[in-house]
């Protein structure tokens, strides 16, 4: 296995300034060590090495590659991005995520793990508290979006998935916050197929608690654990 050294994170890096996050980019290697200040023998092996340790996807033309930067590439790219947003935030919050977002009326992924039994048990026991029959569902502002992303490389807790009359149910991480100084947590099912938005659980009833309607805006700080691997 190739072992990630900081020149890898910084040819990621310049991968994703080019735009190779979202899509194969056409990129000849002459072009990549020119960015880098290597040689293009250095640049190629760098390619390389990236595409054996699977943080790259690349096609080959006759005159360049197309490369494609993947979900385990990313995921080391969101964990630098984790790191770098505690050291410049101010001193008190340097273990937090910050989100914000509007308020609106909920989609029931969330809504529907807590209303199960076995989850509703495993919640009162890890999170220490009995939620409130309904989710709080959020609509994360654009710039939040990376934020979010991050936490899947930080530490969380875990609710696990069971098996019933032979149905499965997926695991579900959540992230203890707070939201607007009261307690909650978010709830990210295993599964879900949502990346601009969150549901939050609580022992209370948010809205009233709160006194948010729908539109409203909302900012939640999640505290954050590096995740040791």
């Known amino acids: 296995m190739t072992m990630i050294l900081q020149i890898h994170i910084d040819v990621l890096r310049g991968l994703a300034l080019k735009g190779c996050l979202d899509d194969f980019i056409l990129l000849k290697t002459s072009e990549l ?14 390619l390389i090495q990236l ?29 630098r991005f984790s790191e770098y947003r505690r050291i410049f935030r101010p001193s008190g919050e340097k273990n937090k995520i910050r989100l914000t977002g509007t308020l609106e009326t909920g989609f029931g992924e969330g809504a529907y793990y807590i209303s ?15 939620p409130y029959s309904g989710t709080f569902n959020i609509k994360l502002d654009l710039e939040s979006i990376p934020a979010l992303e991050a936490l899947s490389s930080v530490e969380c807790i875990r609710i696990n ?3 019933d009359k032979g149905r499965t149910f997926g ?10 100084g009261v307690e909650g ?28 309607v729908e539109n409203d805006r909302v900012i939640l700080d999640i505290d ?3 995740r040791i691997n």
């Open 51 to 79: 595409e054996k340790a699977g943080l790259i996807h690349r096609s080959y033309t006759r005159k360049a590659s197309k490369i494609k930067i993947t979900e385990a590439g990313r995921n080391v790219l969101l964990r």
């Open 224 to 226: 954050i654990y590096p």
């Open 116 to 130: 199960l039994v076995h989850y509703q048990d495993q919640i009162k026991d890890k999170l220490g508290f009995e």
């Open 185 to 212: 947590a978010i709830i990210i099912p295993e599964r879900t197929h949502y990346h601009d938005r969150v549901e939050v659980i609580s022992p209370w009833f948010l809205r009233e608690k709160l006194n948010k």
């Open 33 to 46: 060590a020119d960015w880098l200040g290597k040689s293009q023998q250095s640049a190629s092996s760098y």
């Open 161 to 163: 998935g069971f098996t």
């Open 171 to 180: 695991s579900v991480n959540c992230h203890p916050c707070s939201i607007e």
